[in-house]
């Protein structure tokens, strides 16, 4: 059972994700850009964390290693992508996928 999700989208998108989450009991991770600081899905997370660089909001969000690096950091189980945005890049999955097969591979080894 997941127990964080990481959001990674803005807006009202984000927000039913959140409260989607919340009604399941997993705990919810915001992702935003400098210039979405203020925005009400960061605020409606339970965690949230800046990425990208100032000035270039959209490609913060596009960018498939701070999302996952992101992840990371909150100690995420899952990534939903929402719409747009990354939902229909591959490399995203991939980057789950692969960072899902390390960590199961970690839990192996270190099982008596």
Do not use: W
Not at 4 to 19: H, Q, S, T, Y
Not at 71 to 77: K, L, Q, T, V, Y
Not at 78 to 98: D, Q, R, W
């Amino acid at each position: 059972m997941l127990s964080k999700v990481l959001v990674a989208n803005r807006g009202e998108i984000a927000v039913r994700a959140f409260r989607a989450a919340y009604e399941l009991g997993i705990g919810t991770v915001a992702v935003f850009p400098y210039e979405d600081r203020n925005s009400v899905h960061r605020l409606k997370a339970d965690e949230s964390y800046q990425i990208g660089d100032v000035g270039h909001p959209v490609r913060a969000y596009l960018s498939v290693a701070e999302i996952v690096g992101a992840a990371r950091r909150a100690g995420a189980d899952a990534v939903y992508p929402g719409y747009g945005f990354l939902s229909e890049n591959p490399a995203l999955a991939e980057a789950c996928a692969g960072r899902a097969s390390r960590s199961s591979a970690q839990r192996r080894r270190s099982s008596p």
